[in-house]
Nanobody, 123 residues
Framework: QVQLVESGGGLVQAGGSLRLSCAAS????????MGWFRQAPGKEREFVVA????????IYAHSVKGRFTISRDNAKNTVYLQMNSLKPEDTAVYYC????????????????WGQGTQVTVSS
């Protein structure tokens, strides 16, 4: 089992920045590829970004490329999501997820999920 806890969400004005963190505990964090997903009200959960176990490979959704950056610190068992130039359409609950498989943007490919953190971007 892997437990994931997200933090860092909040309310920010359009154009602002937030940094989300996801702290992992349980199994060996460095074995897992990690992803961030988000879910807006009335919408399906969608892929945002993912990073391989080493940090050497990343995948970004087109909608966030150039604005969001994923990183990880295996010594701290933590993955980060730096979000810049935020837009109102980025408003959602953001979830981190872990998989023993390779880095993937497929939701079903993830084995463990956090509870989510709310990000609200005002216009």
């Amino acid at each position: 089992q892997v437990q994931l806890v997200e933090s860092g969400g909040g309310l920010v004005q359009a154009g602002g920045s937030l940094r989300l963190s996801c702290a992992a505990s349980g199994r060996t964090f460095s074995n897992y590829a990690m992803g961030w997903f988000r879910q807006a009200p009335g919408k399906e959960r969608e892929f945002v970004v993912a990073i391989s176990w080493s940090g050497g490979s990343t995948i970004y959704a087109h909608s966030v490329k150039g604005r969001f950056t994923i990183s990880r610190d295996n010594a701290k068992n933590t993955v980060y999501l730096q979000m810049n130039s935020l837009k109102p359409e980025d408003t959602a609950v953001y979830y981190c997820a872990a998989t023993l498989g390779g880095v993937t943007e497929t939701r079903l490919g993830y084995d463990y999920w956090g509870q989510g953190t709310q990000v609200t971007v005002s216009s």
